[in-house]
């Protein structure tokens, strides 16, 4: 195999998750009291009479997540008063650390649970900034780690959740293919896995054609990107994830608004580095292996055309209906050489279709699974860490919306229905019936600002699946 040589560091992952928190006793430290909206009027009752009277005036509508500041009876802010939705506690801080005065805080009153834990992933999800290109001139809030449950828990999972957001948020220019890998570099430094990325006409030599056929037209060489990490004697998880630096569509063009926000099409392979980066760091007892095709599907003499046959690694030949769906073609290389190892299960992750869009809107992924046991655990998991997720069916009667008149599949449907279902089925076919395989469907960025969730690029479903695989391994 010819691999790519170590390359300088792209210098991409700019958030420090973890600047929000402090440790040790502070002796300023404000109090915040998260207050359920059924529970508010007992506690208000037990509150000083100044309270009482600052909260009957200055709060006549009191909105869930929004902190209103109490003050003392000189005027100066004595603490912070946070009304909760019992279903959604885990974004009741969310927009505390960008809208607080900064400072030096810590949960005096939680609400429903001993457990902070969710309490401080929202603050610390709702603190995040991208800086990469400018600076952050927010406020600098602060709140107290010291209470948590699983502390190295917490911190884990907001630097998985910074690392997708960041990956997303950079501009094409500054991650293409290559960008890509020296991300991974940055990533696994320290850890003993074992990285490397078959690049450009090496593609071909080592069977990978179809990564090579979306990749091929772009200035930005092709590659899988591979590593190996953990014992060879656990359970091997394979995680897959597409990595579209940029789309263009291809020769099957977008609209300029189409394009517009095609940097995240790399949003998979950011997921399942941000999946990799917590099962390292939480060290569970799986061995993994990490497949990122990473191509720009850009246009120029050599690119792909609709109608080209493609024979892709698994030795199927795939026509081409539209050059505008090419997630799938580079992902099922890639999980042919998954398949090769025999994992216990695979999980690939992919901004692959705007029907699942269409379906669940853009704050919901989608998944689907040839297993119903894997379904029903994810599920669980997701309820558990108010992660969202939703099971589409892998309905088989659409496979035949799939064929083609000369080649064995067709990469895409002509009809226009079913979109995200026949997009699994394709994927589906290059899946052994007795490999567990989970496929995410995914936007990877949020279109409004939320509590905790900032506009721009999003993980979703990554506290699931790290929940999840946390059930089933360790």
Request: aromatic content about 6%.
């Amino acid at each position: 195999m010819v691999l790519e040589s170590p390359a300088p560091r792209n210098e991409v992952v700019t958030t420090d998750s973890l600047q929000c928190f402090y440790t040790g006793k502070v002796s300023d430290s404000i109090p915040i009291n998260i207050v359920f909206h059924t529970d508010y009027e007992n506690w208000k009752s037990h509150q000083s009479q100044s309270v009482q009277n600052w909260l009957q005036t200055a709060c006549t509508k009191l909105e869930p997540s929004r902190p209103v500041c109490i003050p003392d009876t000189k005027g100066r802010m004595a603490s912070v008063l946070v009304i909760a939705e019992q279903e959604n506690i885990l974004w009741s801080l969310g927009n505390c650390p960008r809208s607080l005065p900064a400072g030096h805080y810590h949960i005096a009153h939680a609400a429903g649970s001993s457990n902070l834990d969710p309490y401080l992933l929202g603050w610390g999800m709702g603190a995040y900034h991208y800086t990469r290109y400018g600076k952050n001139e927010g406020p600098s809030c602060r709140l107290s780690i010291d209470d948590a449950r699983d502390k190295h828990q917490v911190e884990v999972l907001l630097e998985a959740v910074s690392l997708v957001r960041d990956l997303v948020n950079t501009p094409a220019s500054d991650m293409m293919p290559q960008h890509l890998y020296q991300c991974m570099q940055s990533m696994t430094e320290g850890f003993d896995v074992d990285l490397s990325a078959c690049v450009g006409d090496a593609l071909i030599e080592q069977n990978y054609p179809t990564i090579h056929a979306v990749g091929r037209a772009s200035v930005h060489l092709p590659r899988l990107i591979s590593w190996h990490w953990g014992r060879k004697n656990h359970p091997r998880v394979t995680l897959i994830g597409k990595g579209v630096s940029f789309d263009s569509g291809g020769l099957d063009i977008k609209s300029a608004r189409g394009m517009r926000l095609m940097k995240k099409d790399m949003g998979g392979a950011a997921h399942a580095a941000g999946v990799a980066s917590t099962i390292m760091k939480l060290n569970l007892p799986v061995h993994l292996q990490v497949l990122i095709p990473a191509v720009e599907n850009a246009i120029s003499g050599n690119a792909y055309r609709p109608g080209d046959v493609l024979t892709s690694r698994s030795g199927k030949t795939i026509e081409v209906e539209d050059t505008d769906a090419e997630g799938r073609l580079i992902l099922c290389d890639a999980i042919s050489r998954a398949v090769e190892d025999n994992p216990d299960l695979i999980i690939d992750f992919a901004t692959l279709t705007g029907a699942a869009r269409v379906a669940l809107g853009t704050e919901v992924p989608a998944f689907f699974t040839n297993d119903q046991t894997v379904a029903q655990e994810l599920t669980a998991a997701s309820a558990s860490v108010d992660d969202p997720v939703w099971q589409l069916p892998l309905h088989r009667p659409y496979r035949q919306l799939l064929d083609s008149d000369i080649a064995d599949i067709s990469n895409c449907s002509s009809s226009g229905y079913a979109g995200a279902i026949t997009a699994a089925l394709f994927l589906d076919e290059f899946v052994p019936d007795a490999i567990r395989w989970l496929h995410f469907d995914v936007m990877s960025w949020n279109t409004r600002e939320r509590a905790g969730r900032p506009k721009g690029g999003e993980a979703m479903g990554l506290r699931a699946v790290v929940e999840f695989l946390q059930r089933r391994y360790a």
